[in-house]
């Protein structure tokens, strides 16, 4: 069974940094991606880093280019969000996800299992 457990978030000053960390595990997918997503209330859901496993690409959405950096632990399957020069429209709840079939990077109607979720607040 696929399971994916975020970590990491909390409340932090404008300019500060948080590391989130994705937890996975119940798979064998051979090519696939680990995404991290942002939802705020009423807006849709917004595709901010992915990793694909076969070759180590990478996205990353134009607000957070240059700020966040994804990385990977194949051997403690674990995928991390390093956040850097945080901003008040950061905030939001950010979701891991997981697409097997490495179909979209940045659409997150590709992904088919999602984690619960970790708030991530940016005070000004």
């Known amino acids: 069974e696929v399971q994916l457990v975020e970590s990491g978030g909390g409340l932090v000053q404008a300019g500060g940094s948080l590391r989130l960390s994705c937890a996975a595990s119940g798979f064998t997918w051979d090519d696939y991606l680990i995404g991290w997503f942002r939802q705020v209330p009423g807006k849709a859901r917004e595709g901010v880093s992915c990793?694909?496993?076969?070759?180590?690409?990478?996205y990353y959405g134009d607000s957070v280019k240059g700020r966040f950096t994804i990385s990977s632990d194949k051997n403690k399957n674990m995928v991390y969000l390093q956040m850097n020069s945080l901003k008040p429209e950061d905030t939001a709840v950010y979701y891991c996800?997981?697409?097997?079939?490495?179909?979209?990077?940045?659409?997150?109607?590709?992904?088919?299992?999602w984690g619960q979720g970790t708030q991530v607040t940016v005070s000004s």
């Open positions: 996800a997981a697409d097997p079939r490495a179909q979209a990077m940045e659409d997150p109607s590709w992904y088919d299992y």
């Open positions: 990793i694909r496993s076969r070759d180590g690409s990478t």
